[in-house]
Nanobody
Framework: QVQLVESGGGLVQPGGSLRLSCKASGRPSSNDAVAWFRQAPGKEREFVAADRWGGGSRRLADSASGRFTFTKNTAERTVFLQMNSLKSEDTAVYYC??????????????????WGQGTQVTVSS
């Protein structure tokens, strides 16, 4: 069973940047999906980005397009979410998620079978 551990959250001013990391224990297959979601207080969990561990299926939410970048270091079994030009509305707990295989429903939280513990991102002056 793959386990995921996120890190890199914190407090940042509007317009600033943060880089989140998610490291997988075990050995996910190159065809397995890995994704980032976020959940703000009082809101549902929201899709941010996804890809196969082996690449080739990268997806990015409209809210993240142009500001966030999803990258991977497969040798280290780690994925990253580089977040630039952060806004107050990006404040949320950010979760890394994974599943066996890819799915066209990559944007649904229910598509993923294992999750990290989450890391808080707060954008505030």
């Amino acid at each position: 069973q793959v386990q995921l551990v996120e890190s890199g959250g914190g407090l940042v001013q509007p317009g600033g940047s943060l880089r989140l990391s998610c490291k997988a224990s075990g050995r996910p297959s190159s065809n397995d999906a890995v994704a980032w979601f976020r959940q703000a207080p009082g809101k549902e969990r929201e899709f941010v980005a996804a890809d196969r561990w082996g690449g080739g299926s990268r997806r990015l939410a409209d809210s993240a397009s142009g500001r966030f970048t999803f990258t991977k270091n497969t040798a280290e079994r780690t994925v990253f979410l580089q977040m630039n030009s952060l806004k107050s509305e990006d404040t949320a707990v950010y979760y890394c998620a994974g599943r066996t295989g890819w799915t066209t429903a990559y944007y649904l939280p229910s598509s993923y079978s294992y999750w990290g513990q989450g890391t808080q991102v707060t954008v505030s002056s």
